[in-house]
């Protein structure tokens, strides 16, 4: 099938090689001329396991075409997605102006019938609006599909080649069919499409986030307490894993969620609740709980050290989890704001996100290329992300290079006895501390 994706980005880049991959003739669209070039070059700017492999060699074949040209990608295409940003504004509505100037232009160009798509996360009602849009600019007949994403960073391509679900919402039954074709590669081992009307697919996007948010918000709290009353999260969260009805799944304490989805989604449907005169209590409450996870890990490592000048700490992970760059709204740079506000300098290392966290950050961080190299001289170590790396340290090693032999654990990655055993002081969530 002939497809545009517009917004390369992210989710657009994905997309846009999956879809490739499977066959697909897809032209990428983006206003952004340095992007294009690179991406032409073979410069893949984000950092996504396996997906710079699928562009590069969709590209030779001839699957994958890069331009700025809106109206190339129109004209040669049946199927047009978009997949602009919406990043929240300051009330926390979604910033909609790239959505509703992609969709004008589209309409402009539109030679004769077309699929518009719409991948971005959008506030219910947007397929209203968009159809608004477009038929105030063009009388070439159209259908509108609100499609949203379910893309993981770190295991997007794995999520679109295999997805969980595929929501197509439009109520016309061409276009499901239509739709059916293109991802029909991907339901091989049965199908997964859930077609509903397109307010219901935009609902639940913003559904889907906000309850997993609240599920690791909820471990957040559950954590706080154990830590009081003596109770060890871990056991806890096997033992309420185990029930069917509740499931295993975003049960991991930590020191918060971050990324681009769950707190721009939740600050989206707070707004869209207080327009509609409907208070989004659990959901307030989720964002007030996730930022009191960070306040509270950071504290506990202020606390430690009391009123002693020239702290240094070495932090392991800035992304906001394991597997990709992206440091928007990650709790580990959040975490790392509150320890420079309170004096104490920090070197850290990130597999992948340092050069991005810097950029966040600026020069209040030194950063290094081996994690073992940020501990020299360090007062403790900070864990901050998941990564696999992390998981099986030389802890000998780790103990020479430290000053004191101190680990604060922001995700839980050690076994305390191990840890004990190596001669550590162990600070986790929601665990007993080892000293």
Not at 50 to 62: D, H, P, T, Y
Not at 244 to 261: E, H, N, Q, T
Request: charged share 30%.
């Amino acid at each position: 099938m002939k497809v545009c994706v517009v917004g390369i980005g992210y989710v657009g880049l994905v997309t846009a090689g999956c879809l490739a991959e499977a066959g697909n003739s897809v032209i990428c669209v983006d206003n952004d001329r340095r992007r294009i070039e690179g991406l032409r070059k073979g410069e893949i700017l984000i950092y996504e396991p396996g997906l710079g492999e699928i562009v590069q060699r969709n590209e030779k074949l001839k699957r994958l075409e890069f331009t700025t040209d809106l109206k190339y990608g129109v004209d040669n295409s049946l199927i047009i997605f978009l997949a602009v940003g919406t990043p929240p504004t300051a009330d926390g509505s979604a910033d909609m102006s790239a959505v509703r100037e992609v969709a004008g232009g589209i309409a402009e160009q539109m030679p004769d019938y077309r699929i518009v798509a719409v991948k971005s996360t959008v506030p219910v009602g947007t397929h209203k609006k968009v159809a608004e849009i477009m038929k105030a600019k063009t009388d070439k007949p159209f259908d509108y599909v609100s499609n949203p994403e379910f893309l993981k960073e770190g295991s997007a391509v794995e999520d679109f080649m295999s997805p969980d679900r595929i929501i197509i919402g439009t109520e016309k039954q061409s276009v499901r069919e239509t739709m059916r074709q293109l991802y029909g590669p991907f339901m091989r081992k049965g199908n997964r499409i859930i077609f509903m009307d397109p307010a219901s697919a935009e609902m639940t996007k913003y559904s889907a986030n906000v309850m997993l948010a609240t599920r690791i918000s909820f471990m957040n709290e559950i954590a706080a307490l154990c830590e009081k009353l003596g109770a060890d999260v871990e056991s806890v969260r096997q033992g309420i894993g185990s029930d069917s009805r509740i499931g295993r799944a975003f049960l991991f304490p930590g020191v918060g969620y971050g990324g681009s989805c769950f707190p721009k989604d939740i600050r989206a449907l707070i707004y869209t609740g207080g327009r509609e005169k409907v208070e989004m209590r659990i959901a307030k409450a989720v964002e007030q709980a996730n930022e009191t996870s960070q306040q509270r890990f950071a504290d506990r490592i202020v606390d430690y050290f009391g009123k002693r000048s020239n702290v240094v700490l070495a932090v392991w992970g800035l992304a906001f989890k394991a597997k990709t760059d992206d440091v928007r709204e990650s709790p580990a740079v959040n975490c790392v704001k509150k320890l420079l506000e309170r004096g104490m300098k920090i070197r850290a290392y990130d597999p992948e996100a340092s050069a991005t966290a810097k950029s966040a950050l600026g020069d209040k961080i030194e950063t290094f290329e081996n994690g073992y190299d940020a501990l020299d001289g360090a007062d403790a170590l900070v864990i901050l992300t998941e990564w696999q790396e992390f998981r099986n340290p030389d802890f000998e090693l780790i103990a020479r290079k430290l000053k004191k032999p101190v680990i604060f654990d922001g995700r839980n990655l050690y076994d305390a006895e191990v840890v004990r055993k190596a001669g550590f002081e162990y600070y986790s969530v929601g665990r007993p501390a080892v000293k």
